[in-house]
């Protein structure tokens, strides 16, 4: 059975969301969940959640760092804490996954410092998969890595074309740089750089692309740095909610088109699963030694059940035993990376 | 009365879409508009489309910058572009602003190459006037300068800031500099630093914002590098489409969901109205000596004429002495950029 270790003091509503979502998993596919935590609170909560305590085993870990504080300090300081001892249980063989909901940059340090990285991966990033007018999109790196050099684009790349290809099932995945043109001599310095590498490159690289496509569904894996890709994503996020509450105030301030809204609000239902953040749990950090989920700060249960599921759906598919040969079949990452690294210096 | 001179062969549509936009600026406030472009083409469709002839003095340009030639090619061999000659009307006293739909970066360069830099400003940068759940945000820049050092971050600000005052009448705005954490600490290295000097500067800073910030409302000048503003500009405007076309393919699922449609449709135009890009008009380029306003390429005709209806607003307003004294004034720029352009290097 896949053992998945999950950080249950981790997101803005733990534990008790994280235990929900992870009794809500164990209903789907028969999985061994290993909560990390302060042991007598999750057993109080296990219990005050009638969550069923012969579900889990608890794995305690005494402290837990803040949605707020350092990654690097919390690295450094609470080696007992719950996203740290999350993924030591992966490290150690003792569990095939970790998920945690927890401050993202410090699960981030952690996975990598932990775990370490694949073979010939130099920087670990996050697959965010946006729900686009065609179906999924994984948006690379979406936000480990804030400043990039070329070559790492070119890495990111080659990782999100294996998730696309060995997770979403999508053959010969279609990968696009983010830029500001669609014409390879417009970008910033890095960029640009990095368009000459992915037209050397066997991906089936389709060029750049703009913020206008990525949710046009004609793209499957889009190639940005970190602070670019956390900015986009974050801003769809805020922008949906946004055009969700203008609406919905238009449509409160008339009797009528209340009526209507209440005639359509099923249509309104199905399009909000559709583009739901929580179906799609959480975004792998991909390039670790190990496999690895980051959900979302704001998770509610159905999040954490998806992102569980997630995590066990890449230990059943070999996602990094994928990732590893495609990586060193690819040679472009071999070559083209050195190469690359010499040229930056 | 106002002078604007307009690019009426830039634009998807030109020269119908820019004509029609036009007319319609002038039955809206007095002005005297100057179309830029190929004389005979222009006389026929102004005949055409029945526009009025006696509205408009038309200044002959032969040539046309296509919407994807390079801008520093047509700079530098079409001498004789309709881009060229509407600023060169400001340029040389003939016209007191410059609107175009055309080919965004040939603009762009042609309006600083043409009339200069304002006193003190190092990088003009495009301030693009986003809809947020409370009012208008200017998010600057949104494309001029894809590379940028921190102190030409802070002078984006500043112009901004004095946008926001000046023109949208946001007393004492409030200024954030767009990054993927709360904390001052949480950016790129360029954020990273530009965080210091805004916290050193007059401006209301209020520390960073994320994306998912934007539409909220809460800040009102969000400042970037043109790379990133550029992208969110652009995938705000895909998501808002894409979110559209999704839900109304829910709707049409169901006969019931479209009945309820029809009843919030005024719901929905008025929402529609509240987020349209053209009510905006176009995105003016601060920094340059003189007036000159950016309209996007897939402008209507409303967007056209609220472009120039912007253009006019900003020279009755006196835009650039504003910014000029402000500048001057704040001491910022001067201090801070002079002594970070000494430790950049």
Chains 1, 2 share one sequence.
């Not at 990390?36 to 005494?62: C, D, M, P, W, Y």
């Amino acid at each position: 059975m896949i053992r998945v270790a999950v950080d249950a003091m981790g997101g803005d509503h733990a534990p008790a969301v994280v235990i929900e979502g992870a009794a809500q998993a164990v209903k789907e596919r028969p999985l061994s969940i290993i909560l990390v935590g302060q042991k007598n609170l999750l057993t109080q909560e296990i219990e005050r959640l009638g969550a069923g305590s012969g579900h889990f085993i608890i794995q305690n870990a005494t402290e837990v760092v803040g949605m707020d504080e350092s990654p690097s300090e919390a690295l450094k300081k609470k080696k007992d804490s719950s996203i740290r001892v999350t993924f030591e249980m992966v490290g150690q063989g003792r569990a095939d996954a970790a998920v945690s909901a927890g401050n993202s940059g410090a699960t981030l340090a952690t996975a990598s410092f932990v775990l370490g990285r694949l073979e010939g991966v130099e920087r670990p990033a996050i697959a965010g998969v946006l729900p686009t007018l065609k179906g999924p999109t994984v948006m690379i790196d979406a936000g480990a890595n804030v400043d990039c050099k070329p070559h790492h684009l070119l890495q990111f790349g080659i990782m999100g074309a294996v998730f696309s290809q060995g997770i979403l099932g999508v053959s010969n995945p279609r990968v696009g740089l983010m830029s500001i043109g669609e014409e390879g001599a417009k970008g910033n310095l890095v960029v640009k750089k990095a368009h000459e590498l992915f037209s050397a490159s066997s991906l089936n690289f389709i060029g750049n692309v703009e913020g206008r496509d990525v949710f046009r569904g004609d793209v499957d894996v889009i190639v940005c740095d970190g602070f670019v890709g956390n900015v986009s994503l974050k801003l769809s996020e805020g922008l949906a909610e946004a055009i969700s509450l203008m609406l919905r105030a238009e449509i409160e301030k008339s009797l009528l088109a209340r009526a209507g809204y209440l005639l359509c609000s099923s249509a309104f239902r199905r399009f909000k699963k559709k583009v739901d953040y929580a179906e799609y749990g959480g975004a792998p950090l991909l390039g670790i030694n190990g496999i690895g989920i980051i959900a979302h700060g704001r998770s509610c249960p159905k999040a954490i059940k998806n992102a569980i599921l997630m995590a066990a759906e890449f230990v059943s598919q070999k996602l990094n035993e994928h990732l590893l040969s495609n990586v060193r079949n690819s040679g472009d990452l071999q070559a083209l990376g050195r190469r690359q690294v010499v040229s930056d210096r």
